[in-house]
């Protein structure tokens, strides 16, 4: 028998990809569940359950929670990356490094195959089979959801045909969970006026009391929580998703263009990745020049694009988190963050590389770098090329921007 990797989840599509590639497709199957992050040591031994008892020739968890940090949320860090300013990429982040995974299992395998559960209609589609294409060109894709345009309901018939038992009651709302972030779809997502209502996000409001904390950044990367130091970032993050995420903060919805050409929307819940990218951004506004902060919001964005549409093996993107990880060298300090009910503030931070220093003066008050004669001469070479041309080119007596 050829042998196919499933990249497998345990739900509805990825069990109907079990059986059907090897009671149809007659191929010897090797379930993959990749771990960024979201699931529990219990919840990954149900997922085991369920493969063996679809009858695979094995089952595998590949756990690249430290690998998606270093080779991806860290650069979106740097870059203080919001799609649309909103969302902070949970979704299409973690399934590049889901796909780089399946494809390095295929490879290591020796697969015939590669397959995964997409639709049609979204975008992991494409992120999946690029990858794919560019890792393991060899191998060939089957997804037996798109290429037979099955229905919800087709599935479910052929899986009890074939005896598989499970919860065939479609959840009221899907939930995906990763290091940073959940997404929530659900019938409110599917139209652009509704609102997800209270019961739909999968963390709900326990804590009402303010709450200060102090987030501590070394070259970029969160490294420390108020009294608490961690071994790692992805241990900062986590920690700080558990203390944030009872407040009921990052909780919105984003609404973007899919790479296949037609808009979505998406609920997601970010409270660990929003508080960071903000607390982040405000230490850069202290510490890099104004030509740093500007070069690095337009990579910064372009980046960000990119990975959303699934383009994370392009070579670019090696030479833009170069800069990016160049540019964090003095982004080193303290930020001041309060947590309340579905709200964070930002207020301040301490860096030694605060270039807001009072020793260079004060803005709005005094200056001790430069003399007022000094200004005088600075504005006059300044705006030199301009009083040039309104010389050359007089306009109408009155405002001569609107003339």
């Known amino acids: 028998m050829k042998k196919v990797v499933l990249a497998y989840s345990g739900g509805l599509d990825t069990t109907y990809c079990a059986i059907y590639l090897n009671k149809v497709a007659g191929l010897e199957v090797h379930a993959v569940t990749v771990q960024t992050g979201g699931f529990s040591e219990e919840e990954l031994k149900n997922i085991e359950a369920r493969a063996y008892g679809l009858g695979v020739a094995s089952f595998r968890v590949v756990d690249v929670t430290s690998d998606y940090y270093k080779k991806c949320i860290r650069y979106l860090v740097f870059g203080n990356v919001l799609k649309n300013a909103v969302y902070p990429l949970s979704v299409s982040a973690e399934r590049m490094v889901q796909a780089i995974a399946v494809a390095q299992a295929a490879k290591e395998m020796g697969a015939d195959y590669v397959a995964h559960g997409s639709t049609g209609a979204g975008n992991d589609q494409v992120r999946f089979d690029m990858v794919f294409q560019s890792m393991i060109p060899e191998v060939g894709i089957i997804t037996p959801i ?33 290091l940073w972030g959940t997404s929530v779809g659900g019938k409110e997502t599917l139209n652009s006026k509704d609102y997800l209502p209270e019961s739909a996000w999968p963390a709900q409001i326990t804590e009402t009391e303010p709450e200060q904390i102090e987030l501590v950044f070394d070259k970029g990367e969160l ?27 990052g909780r919105d919805i984003h609404v973007g263009d899919t790479i296949i050409g037609i808009k979505g929307r998406v609920g997601f819940e970010a409270a660990a990745p929003l508080i960071i990218i903000k607390a982040h951004h405000l230490l850069e506004k202290h510490t890099l020049t104004k030509w740093q902060l500007y070069w690095k919001d337009q990579l910064s964005a372009w980046y960000g694009n990119w990975l959303h549409e699934g383009q994370m093996l392009d070579p670019t993107m090696r030479n833009i988190e170069a800069f990016l990880l160049d540019s964090q060298k003095t982004v080193t300090g303290k930020v001041f963050v309060t947590l309340e009910p579905k709200r964070f503030t930002v ?27 000094d200004v005088k001469g600075f504005a006059k070479i300044f705006g030199n090329q301009v009083g040039i041309y309104h010389k050359v080119n007089p306009v109408p007596e009155g405002n001569p921007a609107l003339s």
Do not use: C
């Not at 087709?154 to 009651?169: Q, R, T, Y």
């Not at 961690?230 to 203390?243: D, G, K, N, R």
């Not at 270039?355 to 200056?367: A, D």
């Open 146 to 178: 798109r290429d037979m345009k099955l229905s919800r309901d087709a599935e479910i018939s052929f899986l009890k045909e074939h005896g598989v038992e499970m919860n065939f009651e479609k959840a009221q709302y899907s939930i995906n969970k990763g």
């Open 347 to 373: 207020t301040g931070i301490e860096s030694a590389h605060d270039l807001m220093s009072s020793k260079f003066g004060s803005y709005g008050e005094m200056n001790t770098g430069w003399s007022g004669d």
């Open 223 to 249: 490294v420390g929580v108020s009294d608490k130091e961690f071994a790692s970032p992805v241990e900062a993050i986590q920690y700080l998703q558990s203390i944030a995420q009872p407040y009921g903060i």
